[in-house]
């Protein structure tokens, strides 16, 4: 129970307290299984050396919010744990050193992950009543000004994996006698009419998280100078560019901003419709030093035992096919992949000059 | 090639078990056991806390018994302007009455109501458990059951009203399998039978009096007032039939029907039998004997400490202490540069339609040239305290809230430009630029409180019932009992206290007009007189086909079956419960 306000009771000022949400007394520890499998190995004198890992795991009596009816329950969420869940997937990892002698040195490491992600099964029984869940749960959502019918963009839903996007599918532009255009979507359900309910005209259109992960890192070496990177990716997903649905829209044009390329599309409303789904593969190079490393006897002083300069670039380019400001964003957490105004992440440059005593 | 090493290795299998205690004591709750512990924590716990949630369902955004009532009907509108409050012409399309199964408002109130019944439901069986302990007075826990059924009664008759086919649970441990749809007509007799079998249990206090000990509770004539809203709706709530024209087509076309299933019922209060008309009439008199009047000002029924008004029968209330529930009515509708005389900040968005200025009589001429030369005139005083209308004033002195690079400098509210959208406007003359942020009369009628913490924040308790919509509602009961001597008396009362003339003679319109000058704004009651009356589905001022909509709204469409007078059953309630069916016509 919880405070839900204030009475007065003979004169006095007394604080009322009410039920705050659906009991469930059955409650317990989610339960996960897990079986991994791995090969580490290295040859030709540790030269080149890797490790490859497969894992499988399920998740049991998977902890949700189920969404129940109201009547009979007090509130529209009850706590339960019910589901189920597996992670499948392969991680490899490499490291190759091909160039090592005395002036001249080049290592090069990188590693992928394939991952796979799937809700085997969300409903069950609570107190002998089956609780099924609505077909299609929304985990994120994006509204805007002009747009607050059915708002849901990002799903889960048994059999597929999380984070999945399911979106009206886009079908041209509708124009008016003025000329000003809205969007039209397909009637999916072929039912004559467009409904933008969970269950209505939408189609699944791609996950949000990366299939594959991937990192690249290497570093060279002659005489006294070092370049080093690191480059990491991700693939297979798609990004929702909200933020140029939301700045696209003329009709709340001059109270609200529009994009410059909004007056050559001329659209006039705001809809969720999968025109404005991307592909989100990328590879964001993170960082590339150059260093310089002064040996000690060059210098000739007793107390400095080395020097080293270094100039760094961190988050030099990212290499993308998506038009919105950037890629990376929170596409690996639940209801992650929506691009609602992500600010990318700032270039630095940085020269370092550090000195060994 | 040089040697090599190979080396395979790792094999794992794992199997994990986590466990450990799932017992929290969280210092923001409590467990329930320590709730009940006193008669004053059984009050408190089991009656007072359904006090506080209900209090938070009549006003403030959207999900409300107010939006939904109010802004369907024809007095009152969201307009879009520009690019405010179009919001996916949401507003809009409750006024033009576009609204869908998935409406998020319609599934709020339907769970809200719901959520707060199953409290109810709970609060009972635990009274009866203590009843059962012998711990405190029996007599005392009767009259809390008493009270906790009326609140249940009051919710499920706004869901009769709302959703027609509504299920009926009144246990707390009912399961999926038994949340059955009642038909309209079981419905309605189920609240009519609760709060008929309550009045005599319930105290004859005065629930408006913070000093008493009912102030905002459940007392006689709470009841009688929630009973004659219940009777004089009976003739449209007792039909399961509701979209074969019964409803639609305006006053002449359905009064007589109507008239005719009100004489049908039957109920049953205090032995006595009586129709719908004469149920009403009579609970009117009940009230009046339980010490009920009207006001000798009507203003003071609205003023900062309006506790000790003599007319309101049942208030939300509202102080800046103890219950400080806030109500965003008003700073929803001011325009902002008018509460920003005052420090505080506004919405800019409900007006009233021009159909409600026209009932008034409002007279406003325009000199677009110079604003402060035109004139805005009501002979009717309440108008001028259920609005702020022409320049923007504060307690009645007027200040100067205009935007000085505007052509049109004067912050004035323009009336009977007010209509449901502008989004869609040409805003090159500087004329519908004005308009576009200061068309529509605001709200007021209660007092404005500079002196509150908040703009949100007020004084004065919100009415919920009063006597004047009682003696209202009597005059359409003595009409529709062909007693029309007795009906323009009751309506004279009302007139005559506000200084207006008497009138000769009234019929349905003159006494739903009457509502209108009366109550505008503050009752929840104008989409169920409308129905009644066969209006709510008719095209007006400002509704109409082809009407001025947003892109994104839709254009007001004519319902000539009446299916539109009940709400959409929300799609998330028939997903997750099969024995639910949808209402007809959607």
């Not at chain 1, 992949?337 to 440059?349: A, K, S």
């Amino acid at each position: 129970m919880s405070p839900n306000g204030t009475t007065t009771y003979n004169g006095a000022t007394v604080t009322t307290y009410a039920l705050d949400s659906n009991p469930n007394p059955d409650l317990k520890w989610e339960t996960k299984y897990t079986f991994d499998a791995g090969i580490d190995f290295s040859m030709f004198r540790r030269r080149f050396s890797g490790t490859i890992d497969a894992y499988m795991s399920t998740t049991r009596d998977l902890l949700y919010t189920y969404q129940v009816p109201v009547p009979p329950f007090t509130y529209t969420s009850l706590l339960a744990n019910m589901g189920e869940m597996s992670n499948n997937g392969i991680e490899i990892g490499l490291h190759a050193a091909p160039i090592e002698t005395k002036d001249m040195g080049l290592t090069l490491q990188g590693n992928v992950a394939f991952q796979k992600n799937k809700l085997v099964s969300l409903s069950g029984t609570y107190n002998g009543q089956d609780l099924t869940t609505s077909k299609y749960i929304a985990l994120n959502s994006a509204s805007c000004n002009g747009l607050t019918s059915n708002t849901n963009v990002v799903y889960m839903t048994e059999g597929y994996p999380v984070n999945i996007f399911r979106l009206p599918v886009h079908d041209g532009f509708k124009t008016d006698d003025t000329g000003k255009k809205t969007y039209q979507v397909k009637d999916v359900n072929g039912d004559g009419g467009i409904t933008l309910d969970d269950e209505g005209d939408r189609e699944f259109l791609g996950q949000a998280t990366p299939k594959v992960f991937a990192s690249f890192g290497g570093t060279f070496r002659y005489k006294n100078w070092d370049l080093s990177t690191q480059l990491n990716g991700g693939f297979g997903h798609h990004i929702y560019n909200f933020t140029s649905l939301r700045l696209s829209n003329l009709g709340a044009f001059p109270t609200y901003n529009v994009l410059k390329s909004a007056e050559e599309l001329g659209v006039y409303n705001a809809q969720h419709t999968s025109y404005w789904l991307e592909k989100g593969d990328y590879v964001n190079i993170e960082y590339i030093t150059l260093g310089y490393n002064l040996p000690a006897s060059k210098l000739g002083l007793n107390y400095i035992k080395g020097l080293r300069f270094a100039l760094s670039c961190n988050n030099v380019a990212t290499l993308t096919g998506y038009s919105g400001l950037t890629p990376i964003l929170n596409n690996a957490t639940i209801g992650g992949g929506i691009d609602n105004n992500v600010f990318p992440i700032m270039r630095t440059y940085t020269a370092m000059l550090s000195v060994k005593f | 090639m040089k040697k090599f090493i190979y080396s395979a290795v790792v094999l794992a299998m794992t199997s994990m078990l986590f466990g450990c205690s799932l017992e929290e004591t969280p210092l923001s709750k409590f467990d329930e056991g320590e709730a009940y512990k006193s008669s004053t924590l059984v009050y408190v716990n089991t009656v007072a806390s359904l006090y506080n949630k209900l209090n938070s369902r009549f006003k403030g955004g959207d999900d409300n018994y107010n939006y939904m009532s109010e802004f369907t009907a024809n007095v009152l509108f969201l307009p879009g302007r520009q690019g405010d409050w179009v919001d996916g012409g949401k507003h809009q399309n409750a006024f033009l009455h576009r609204w869908d199964p998935s409406t998020d408002y319609i599934r709020n109130l339907w769970n809200n109501s719901y959520s707060d019944i199953a409290l109810c439901n709970a609060s009972l069986k635990k009274l009866e458990e203590i009843k059962g302990l012998g711990s405190l007075d029996e007599a005392v826990v009767n009259s809390y059951m008493a009270e906790v059924r009326g609140i249940r009664a009051f919710y499920y008759m706004w869901l009769v009203d709302f959703f027609g086919r509504i299920p009926i649970v009144t246990s707390p441990d009912a399961g999926i399998g038994d949340v059955k749809q009642s038909s309209r007509s079981e419905a309605y007799g189920f609240v009519r039978d609760e709060i008929c079998d309550i009045i005599p249990m319930l105290p004859s206090a005065k629930s408006q009096d913070v000093n008493s000990e009912y102030y905002a509770r459940m007392t006689k004539a709470v009841a009688y007032a929630m009973l004659a809203r219940l009777a004089i709706n009976a003739a449209v709530f007792s039909q399961d039939n509701w979209n074969q024209g019964q409803f639609t087509g305006g006053i002449a076309k359905v009064e007589a029907g109507v008239t005719a299933a009100g004489n049908a019922q039957k109920i049953t209060v205090n032995g006595k039998t009586m129709n719908a008309w004469e149920t009403v009439v009579y609970c009117q008199e009940q009230i009046k004997a339980e010490g009920y009047e009207l006001a000798a000002s009507f203003k003071d029924n609205f003023k900062t400490g309006n506790e000790s008004s003599k007319e309101n029968i049942f208030v939300e209330p509202m102080d800046d202490n103890v219950h400080r529930t806030s109500d965003t009515q008003v700073t929803r509708s001011l325009h902002y540069n008018h509460a920003k005389t005052i420090g505080f900040s506004s919405w800019n968005g409900t007006a009233a339609t021009v159909h409600a200025l026209k009932v008034f009589d409002y007279k406003e001429n325009l000199d677009k040239n110079n604003l402060s030369n035109s004139t805005f005139e009501c002979e009717d005083p309440r108008f001028d305290i259920s609005f702020f209308n022409g320049p923007c004033s504060v307690n009645g002195v007027i200040v100067n809230a205009g935007v000085s690079e505007d052509k049109y400098p004067e912050g004035v509210y323009i009336g009977y430009e007010a209509r449901n959208d502008f989004s869609t406007d040409d805003y090159s003359d500087p004329w519908g630029l004005y308009l576009v942020k200061w068309a529509g009369v605001r709200i007021k009628k209660y007092e404005y409180d500079p002196t509150t913490s908040g703009q949100n924040y007020f004084n004065a308790d919100r009415v919920i019932f009063r006597y004047a919509d009682m003696l209202l509602l009597a005059a359409e009961a003595q009409y529709r009992l062909g007693n029309m001597a007795a009906a323009t008396e009751l309506v004279n009362q009302v007139r005559s206290r506000v200084g207006m003339p008497d009138v000769n003679g009234v019929d349905l319109q003159s006494i739903l007009d009457e509502k209108i000058r009366e109550e505008i704004w503050e009752t929840m009651g104008t989409r169920g007189d409308m129905v009644r009356c066969g209006l709510y589905t008719e095209a007006d001022e400002d509704k109409y086909v082809g009407v001025k909509h947003a892109i994104v709204a839709s254009d007001w469409v004519y319902d000539a079956t009446g299916y539109t007078t009940v709400f959409p059953i929300p799609v998330t309630v028939l997903s997750l419960n099969s024995n639910l069916t949808q209402n007809p016509g959607y």
